[in-house]
Structures are given as structure tokens and as C-alpha cells.
């Protein structure tokens, strides 16, 4: 494409390193009117209203977290779910979506309809992000018929959904057949929270009965073995009524053979893990209780032949992408350690933040996956996955959701650096390689030299259809 110097873009970000999924390429980004018009070199300074200079710096695309359990909104915490927001866009992220299960600060009233619970949760985050959010919706056992609500959900934008197999409001197997076959005929992809309810039941009540009480007995009653049950169990069951089936969380390198297994078969299973089980391993439940109330996650961190393990399916493509599950619970308050039993602790730790440096640190730094691979999985993918074809790639046409990333950069992870809601960090004390510098959402600033100049209602509602 040639360039005039009489063409007027917004905004130009010049001299940078442009990095897609397929590549990276020195080049200029030229944005009018939020969307990318140009990539390619030596576009003249002339043809911009604006220059931002990225020498030395990658150009990523936005990072999409596809999995936060961001909490609303509320009287008393009127900020919590607009500061989370403001805290991803700190960490390169600038689109999330958000579960609205349980524990979310949902209200009573629309616990027992789906349809019900989307309109809730579209009507209190209207107007309240600093990036852009949509909305993956929880189905549960105490809804009343979730599958007939599926078609007008789709409607609402809504083109996934997420169950567990496991808790109080998880569904039954018999449940989870119904679900994947109505979403497939709406075209929605249902995620499975994958860990089989007898087995964890029973590990319970073993460590339980050993006096195991704290965080290492939730560990314990959580092995390999009951995840990879209920993932083999989610992929059969998917298999059973042809339908897609997407697995969170994975932990582990029996769940992973599952997932690969299955693609191997031709199946349509898709598989996502997060940067806490990619740097963070089971040892941290041989502290003191106490100190270990923060690695009470679910499923728990593994071994370190596991996170090989997840490296080398993310290397391979047998795991498609890295998410967050962000849960922005306090060591104060919602994880506040009395010496009570583990299935008393709430699950769940911070992540939102520390998504892009985790994941660089411990993936590109240190040689597992290079830079491109990085994009795909933590942009490119998401976007195609779950239904945003306008994002995740520094390609024209698309929305212009950018990330100027300093390589060389160097600092440590501390809380008391982070603007999350949460009052720790399970990456505490970790050194990283890179920084973010700038992130730009459809074009306009958020985050410049390092700072926040973004607004509340800045972040706009992403509305999903899948192919």
C-alpha cells in the first residue's frame, strides 16, 4: 500500500517492532478512527495528527483474558469491578470477559435463570470498565432451564457459557449432555470447569479424616487424577452429541493428554491454562497455613514435570491459550485464615494484572515459546476462539487495542505495585523481564509512559457471535 503524505491519521506509532502470530516485522501502525489503516514501514510523520515514538519496543497486540471472575459492583464497594478493569489495562490487557457465577456479587433474584442473570450483569458493568469486557455467563444447577435461554442470551452478545462439574451449583453429567448439545445448535461454546465430583468428594472427606485440614490437604484431595476423570469425562460426553467443548484451567499433564488425545481424534476440544500453574508449583503447600492461604486455588498448583508438561502442550498447540482466572479475593477478608477447614477457604487468586509479564518472563525470557507464540496465545487465539474477530492481531481493519512493550525492561512483582482489588499477589517477590509502557484501546490511550489517563466507561461491551 502506498501512502500520500496528504492522508491524515490519528494517531501513528512509529519505529516500533510489530509482532503477530505469523511473525514480526519492524513497522508504523497508522489508527483513524480506532481501527488500524496501515502496518508498514516509513509512513511519514506528516500523515498523523499524533506520533508516539515505539523505537526499541514491541507492538502487541492487546492482550483478552477470557477467563476473570471479576467482581461486581456494589454500594459498599462501588469501585470493585471499574478498578479491575483499570488494573488489567496496567498489565497490556484490553479486552477481558467476565463469569458471572457465584461469589461474583450477583444478586439473589436471577440466580435460578440464565436469560436473567446476563440482563443483570449487562446492566451494572454498562458504563463501569476502563477497557473493553464481555460477558461469558455461568449455568448452574439451581437455574430452572438454562437451555432455553441460550438462543436469546445469544442475542444479548453472549456466545459462551461456562459450567462446573463440581460444588453445590454444579451440573450432573446427564445436565452437562443437554447443555453441549442446546449450545451447539445456538452455536455457543461451553466451557467445563473439568474435575470429577466423586473423586473430589472423596478426597475431601480422606484428608479430612487424616487431619489434614489446611491448604496442603486441599491440594492432596485434588490429584491429577481428579481432574483428568472429568476432563476425559466433559471430552466424551461432547464427543457423544458432536459439540465443541472448551476446558479451563488445566493443571496438569494427565488432564492435557486428555485434550490432546481427543484433537488427535478429530474432536473439537479446546484447552486453556494460566499463568500461575506456568510458574508456580505444589511446594508452596509445605508452608505454614497461613502463608499458603493464597496458593488455595482450584484446581491446585502441581508439580514441576506438570508445568513442563503445560509448556511443552502450549509449545505444541495441544493447549490453545493462557488466561487469568482472576479471582480478586483478600487474605483479609474472603481468604481470612481462622484455622478453619480447607473447604472452607475460599478458592481463587489475583491474576489480572500479571498475565502479559508472567507469561513473558517465564515463557519468552527463558526460551519455551517465542514472542509470536506469546501473541497467539494470549491475543490471537482468544479473539478466534470466543468470537471477536475485530481484535487480537496488529492487522488493518482491526479494532487498534495495542500494546507498547519495553523487552528490556526489568522489575519485580510486588503488591504494593499493582492496583488490583485484591490485597496480595501470589507472584510476590518474582523477578521479570519487560514492561509495559503504553496500551491504547480502539485507538485511545489508557495507559501512557506508565500511567493510567483512562476514564470509568472508556471500555465498551464486546458483543459475541461464533462462526
Given at each position: 500500500?502506498s501512502?500520500?503524505?496528504?492522508?491524515?491519521?490519528d494517531?501513528?506509532?512509529?519505529?516500533?517492532?510489530?509482532?503477530?502470530?505469523?511473525?514480526?516485522?519492524?513497522?508504523?501502525?497508522?489508527?483513524?478512527?480506532?481501527?488500524?489503516?496501515?502496518?508498514?514501514?516509513?509512513?511519514?510523520?506528516?500523515?498523523?495528527v499524533?506520533?508516539?515514538?515505539a523505537?526499541?519496543l514491541?507492538v502487541?497486540p492487546g492482550?483478552?483474558?477470557?477467563?476473570?471472575?471479576?467482581?461486581?459492583?456494589?454500594?459498599?464497594?462501588?469501585?470493585?469491578?471499574y478498578?479491575?478493569?483499570?488494573a488489567?489495562?496496567?498489565?497490556?490487557?484490553t479486552?477481558?470477559?467476565?463469569f458471572?457465577?457465584?461469589?461474583t456479587?450477583?444478586?439473589?433474584?436471577?440466580?435460578?435463570?440464565?436469560?436473567?442473570?446476563?440482563?443483570?450483569?449487562?446492566?451494572?458493568?454498562?458504563g463501569?470498565?476502563?477497557i473493553?469486557?464481555g460477558?461469558?455467563?455461568?449455568?448452574?444447577?439451581?437455574?430452572?432451564d438454562?437451555?432455553?435461554?441460550?438462543?436469546?442470551?445469544?442475542?444479548?452478545?453472549?456466545?459462551?457459557?461456562?459450567?462446573f462439574?463440581?460444588?453445590?451449583?454444579?451440573?450432573?453429567?446427564?445436565?452437562?449432555?443437554?447443555l453441549?448439545?442446546?449450545?451447539?445448535?445456538?452455536?455457543?461454546?461451553?466451557?467445563?470447569?473439568?474435575?470429577?465430583?466423586?473423586?473430589?468428594?472423596?478426597?475431601?472427606?480422606?484428608?479430612l479424616?487424616?487431619?489434614?485440614?489446611?491448604?496442603?490437604?486441599h491440594?492432596?484431595?485434588?490429584?491429577?487424577?481428579?481432574?483428568?476423570t472429568?476432563?476425559?469425562?466433559?471430552?466424551a460426553?461432547?464427543?457423544?452429541?458432536?459439540?465443541?467443548?472448551?476446558?479451563?484451567?488445566?493443571?496438569?499433564?494427565a488432564?492435557?493428554?486428555?485434550?490432546?488425545?481427543?484433537r488427535r481424534?478429530?474432536?473439537?476440544?479446546?484447552?486453556?491454562?494460566?499463568?500461575?500453574?506456568?510458574?508456580?508449583?505444589?511446594?508452596?503447600y509445605?508452608?505454614?497455613?497461613?502463608?499458603?492461604m493464597?496458593?488455595?486455588?482450584?484446581?491446585?498448583?502441581?508439580s514441576?514435570?506438570?508445568?513442563?508438561?503445560?509448556w511443552?502442550a502450549l509449545?505444541?498447540?495441544?493447549?490453545?491459550l493462557v488466561?487469568?482466572?482472576?479471582?480478586p479475593d483478600?487474605?483479609?477478608i474472603e481468604?481470612?485464615?481462622a484455622?478453619?477447614?480447607?473447604?472452607?477457604v475460599?478458592?481463587?487468586?489475583?491474576?489480572?494484572?500479571?498475565l502479559?509479564?508472567?507469561?513473558?518472563?517465564?515463557g519468552?525470557?527463558?526460551?519455551?515459546?517465542?514472542?509470536?507464540?506469546l501473541?497467539?496465545?494470549l491475543?490471537?487465539?482468544?479473539?478466534?476462539?470466543?468470537g471477536?474477530?475485530?481484535?487480537?492481531?496488529?492487522?488493518?481493519?482491526?479494532?487498534?487495542?495495542?500494546?507498547?512493550?519495553?523487552?528490556?525492561?526489568a522489575?519485580?512483582?510486588?503488591?504494593?505495585?499493582?492496583?488490583?482489588?485484591?490485597?496480595f499477589?501470589p507472584?510476590?517477590?518474582?523477578?521479570?523481564?519487560?514492561?509495559?509502557?503504553?496500551?491504547?484501546?480502539?485507538?485511545?490511550?489508557?495507559?501512557?509512559d506508565?500511567?493510567?489517563?483512562?476514564?470509568?466507561g472508556?471500555?465498551?461491551y464486546?458483543?459475541?457471535s461464533?462462526?
Amino acid at each position: 500500500m502506498s501512502l500520500e503524505p496528504t492522508h491524515r491519521f490519528d494517531l501513528l506509532v512509529r519505529g516500533g517492532t510489530v509482532v503477530r502470530a505469523t511473525g514480526t516485522l519492524r513497522a508504523d501502525v497508522a489508527i483513524r478512527d480506532g481501527r488500524i489503516v496501515a502496518v508498514e514501514p516509513g509512513i511519514p510523520a506528516s500523515a498523523a495528527v499524533r506520533l508516539v515514538d515505539a523505537t526499541d519496543l514491541l507492538v502487541l497486540p492487546g492482550v483478552i483474558d477470557v477467563h476473570t471472575h471479576t467482581r461486581l459492583a456494589s454500594d459498599a464497594e462501588p469501585d470493585r469491578f471499574y478498578q479491575d478493569t483499570v488494573a488489567a489495562a496496567f498489565g497490556g490487557t484490553t479486552t477481558m470477559l467476565a463469569f458471572n457465577n457465584p461469589g461474583t456479587g450477583v444478586s439473589e433474584e436471577v440466580r435460578s435463570s440464565l436469560l436473567a442473570g446476563v440482563q443483570e450483569w449487562l446492566a451494572r458493568t454498562a458504563g463501569d470498565a476502563a477497557i473493553d469486557v464481555g460477558l461469558s455467563a455461568v449455568i448452574t444447577s439451581q437455574q430452572a432451564d438454562p437451555c432455553s435461554d441460550l438462543a436469546a442470551i445469544g442475542d444479548l452478545g453472549v456466545a459462551s457459557c461456562k459450567c462446573f462439574l463440581v460444588y453445590d451449583f454444579g451440573v450432573s453429567e446427564m445436565q452437562l449432555r443437554g447443555l453441549l448439545r442446546a449450545a451447539a445448535g445456538v452455536g455457543t461454546l461451553l466451557e467445563v470447569h473439568g474435575e470429577d465430583r466423586a473423586l473430589l468428594d472423596a478426597g475431601i472427606a480422606a484428608q479430612l479424616a487424616a487431619g489434614e485440614t489446611g491448604p496442603r490437604g486441599h491440594a492432596r484431595s485434588r490429584p491429577p487424577l481428579c481432574e483428568a476423570t472429568g476432563t476425559a469425562r466433559a471430552i466424551a460426553i461432547a464427543g457423544e452429541v458432536d459439540a465443541p467443548v472448551y476446558l479451563v484451567h488445566v493443571s496438569s499433564a494427565a488432564a492435557v493428554a486428555e485434550i490432546a488425545g481427543a484433537r488427535r481424534r478429530g474432536q473439537r476440544v479446546f484447552g486453556e491454562t494460566c499463568p500461575h500453574y506456568l510458574s508456580l508449583d505444589a511446594s508452596r503447600y509445605e508452608r505454614p497455613a497461613a502463608d499458603a492461604m493464597g496458593s488455595v486455588i482450584s484446581p491446585p498448583l502441581r508439580s514441576r514435570a506438570d508445568q513442563a508438561a503445560l509448556w511443552a502442550a502450549l509449545a505444541s498447540g495441544d493447549l490453545d491459550l493462557v488466561a487469568t482466572d482472576h479471582v480478586p479475593d483478600r487474605l483479609a477478608i474472603e481468604k481470612r485464615y481462622a484455622g478453619q477447614p480447607f473447604p472452607e477457604v475460599s478458592n481463587g487468586a489475583p491474576g489480572i494484572e500479571t498475565l502479559l509479564s508472567v507469561t513473558y518472563a517465564t515463557g519468552v525470557t527463558s526460551g519455551r515459546v517465542g514472542v509470536e507464540r506469546l501473541v497467539d496465545m494470549l491475543s490471537t487465539t482468544p479473539a478466534r476462539i470466543f468470537g471477536m474477530p475485530s481484535k487480537g492481531a496488529v492487522e488493518i481493519g482491526r479494532d487498534a487495542d495495542l500494546v507498547l512493550f519495553d523487552p528490556n525492561a526489568a522489575r519485580v512483582i510486588r503488591q504494593a505495585d499493582l492496583h488490583h482489588t485484591s490485597d496480595f499477589t501470589p507472584y510476590e517477590g518474582m523477578p521479570v523481564s519487560g514492561a509495559v509502557r503504553d496500551v491504547l484501546v480502539r485507538g485511545e490511550d489508557v495507559i501512557r509512559d506508565g500511567r493510567y489517563v483512562g476514564r470509568r466507561g472508556q471500555g465498551r461491551y464486546v458483543a459475541r457471535s461464533l462462526d
